[in-house]
């Protein structure tokens, strides 16, 4: 059997990256990405073709830097005619005039439901600087009501647990979970009444009776997400860049988790991807130890809102957090393997509608 090959270098990555063999790398899931739906390859023969954008890339497309401290964007893919066999090349857009960079963090939440069906939310949370430290101010609050005697510098939020009677007993909350979810509705209404300070990506699969394994719907979503949020950042001309909460203790021995890290690079054999990520750096997701950032808990909170507003509709009952109070979200909608963005306060569906 070949060796794998080598994985190639991404600037601003210090991580060790592992051998991947194709096999390895997730399918590119996506027809022509926005704005490339007219793009085709034309042949000296004269042979006319669109580009393989749902076909898998030989190469890795990585940005690099050369000795000399330069960066390089492939600008270029080839391709061989499919008529007469000679190389086409595909110019790719490369932005060099960018606005500022974007760090984007990102958290799931999952419902089960009926038989084997599923409810899955991927948000990718970016906070502008100048909101940043009052939303670290609020969360201090909202930790320091919800745990008083507790430094709440000590301890991650994480949603589904302060919700949890159980979990509040055992650690000396003595609040009602009418009470923790007036805590936390102040903080998605601070969320929703600063939308220039930040810009909230929501990749989700609506309440779904298709038989999914969570396994095989995070990979989904998370190729979404990256794609869709990459595409929300660099039609603004910012660069993104990805920091996800770590679901494994690959982090102590610097690597990323294996599914970011396939997930991630398998993205770098998707057309449509090197395409719309247009020449920016850094691209490779990065996975970080739990609650090493105060964003990472602001996801959490996100992806749980907008997941319990989603079950609450389905089942019929009282919706405690309705997400119209977080303004503007980018929505990425899946649904089998396709998928819509719209940019929306509230969900871009009508209620009642069958999704
Ligand atoms: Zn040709």
């Known amino acids: ?40 390859v034309r042949c000296d023969c004269g042979a006319e073709y669109r580009p393989p954008w749902a076909r898998r890339l ?5 940005i690099h830097a050369s000795s000399d401290g330069k960066l390089w964007a492939p600008a270029q ?7 007469c066999a000679s190389t086409n090349l595909l110019d790719i857009p490369v932005l060099t005039d960018i606005n500022g960079y974007l760090a984007f963090f990102g958290d799931e939440s999952e419902q089960p439901i009926g038989k084997g069906g599923l409810i899955f939310v991927y948000v990718f949370v970016a906070i502008h600087p100048g909101f ?7 969360l201090l609050r909202a930790k320091y009501v919800i745990r008083p005697h507790v430094d709440p510098h000590s301890w ?9 009677p159980n979990w509040r007993e055992k650690n000396g909350s003595r609040l009602s979970t009418r009470e923790v979810d007036s805590v936390i509705t102040n903080i998605c209404e601070m969320i929703g009444a600063n939308e220039s300070g930040r810009i909230v990506s929501a990749t989700v699969l609506p309440p779904s009776k298709v ?33 996800l909460e770590s679901t494994t203790l690959d982090h102590e021995k610097n690597l990323i988790d294996y599914t970011v890290e396939k ?79 719209t940019m929306c306060r509230d969900f871009p569906w009508a209620e009642g509608e069958e999704r």
Not at 132 to 138: G, S
Not at 278 to 306: T, W
Not at 322 to 328: Q, R
């Open 211 to 243: 038989s999914h394994s969570s396994a095989e719907i995070y990979e989904l979503a998370l190729t979404v997400s990256l794609f869709a949020t990459t595409e929300l950042a660099t039609s603004r001309k910012f660069a993104p860049s990805f920091f």
């Open 1 to 40: 059997m070949a060796a794998s090959p080598k994985p190639p270098r991404y600037f601003g990555i210090s991580h060790h990256l592992r051998r991947l063999d194709l096999a390895q790398i997730p399918h590119p899931l996506f027809g022509p990405p926005p704005g490339a739906e007219g793009v085709v």
């Open 263 to 341: 997930i991630g690079r398998g993205l770098r054999h998707s057309l449509g991807y090197v395409w719309l990520s247009r020449g920016i750096v850094p691209s490779l997701p990065i996975s970080l130890p739990k609650g090493s950032r105060s964003e990472l808990e602001i996801a959490d909170l996100l992806a749980f809102v907008i997941r319990r507003h989603m079950y609450r509709a389905y089942e019929g009952n009282r919706i405690e957090f309705p997400v119209k109070l977080l303004g503007d979200v980018n929505w990425n909608v899946i649904s089998s393997d396709r998928f819509t963005s």
């Open 156 to 164: 991650v939020l994480h949603l589904k647990d302060v919700r949890n």
């Open 58 to 62: 030989p190469d890795e497309l990585s």
């Open 132 to 138: 940043l430290p009052l939303v670290n101010e609020r």
């Open 77 to 83: 893919v080839r391709f061989q005619c499919p008529i």
